[in-house]
């Protein structure tokens, strides 16, 4: 699910990589809330809060959000640059190396964090490192999927999942292309899906960060390890003359 960008991706390949991101993304976005105040998926309601902190004159929450969003948008710039250079070297496991980089930081986040930073007060690394990978993380998706999935937010997919939704009871009513029909229902199926996993990585992320603060991120860095692995393990393998890998 992390080799194929765009036009060569199914359906399936879509599900799969939007449904796991976002039950991580749902999970950070959750556990970052809970340790610091702040949302590190969301850059919307931290700049309503950037535009509300300057009516009021309130610097601090002005910086904070303003750092927040320049991690995020760092972030996605980082993606950016990495599969540029990796398109450029032939490297087809790209966006796996993008993602094995968000789960090897992210643990690497928390063990800094356990070990490093004092255990009270407050620290601006956590937040700014979170919304750093988030950034990464998104960009990633929306790259290697054509724009067509997005994991850390769910207000475009709540918006497409209603016109789809109108698009599938207008056409109980009018009848349309059988193929459009068909596309429609797959969009559906597709948007819903990746809404509920944020919103169950999100209860995961309560309640796991509820009962391992210490330990949690650092869990989800692993799963996100696991996921990039694969991708990257076949890439590894020595191709034939026939051009299959020596394990087909």
């Known amino acids: 699910m992390l080799f194929l960008e765009k036009g060569s991706r199914s ?18 976005n959750v556990a970052g809330f809970l340790s610091v105040g702040s949302y590190c998926a969301n850059m919307t309601g931290n700049v309503t809060a950037f535009a509300i902190g300057l009516q009021k004159g309130q610097a601090e929450v002005v910086l904070t959000c303003l750092a927040l969003i320049v991690s995020f948008f760092a972030g996605a710039m980082l993606c950016t640059f990495l599969v540029n250079a990796g398109r450029r070297h032939g490297q087809k496991a790209i966006y796996a190396y993008s993602i094995l980089l ?20 407050h620290n601006v690394l956590p937040p700014l490192g979170l919304s750093f990978l988030m950034g990464l993380q998104n960009a990633t998706v929306t790259r ?17 999942l209603g016109i ?5 009871f207008d056409a109980l009513r009018h009848p349309v292309d059988p193929d459009q029909h068909a596309r429609t229902v797959q969009r559906l199926r597709l948007h819903s899906k990746i809404i509920a996993c944020f919103i169950g990585g999100g209860m995961a992320g309560a309640f796991g960060y509820t009962l391992w603060p210490a330990f949690f991120l650092l869990g989800v860095g692993l799963v996100l390890i696991a996921l990039a692995l694969p991708g990257i393990l076949a890439n590894a393998r020595p191709v034939t003359a026939s051009g299959h890998s020596a394990s087909e």
């Open 102 to 121: 968000e789960g090897v930081l992210l643990a690497s986040l928390d063990l800094v964090q356990l070990f490093w930073l004092p255990p009270s007060g």
């Open 144 to 160: 290697i999927s054509g724009s067509v999935v997005r994991t850390t937010h769910v207000t475009g997919m709540i918006t497409d």
């Open 11 to 28: 359906f399936l390949h879509d599900r799969q990589l939007g449904c796991s991101l976002a039950l991580v993304a749902g999970a950070v």
């Open 164 to 168: 789809e939704l109108a698009d599938w």
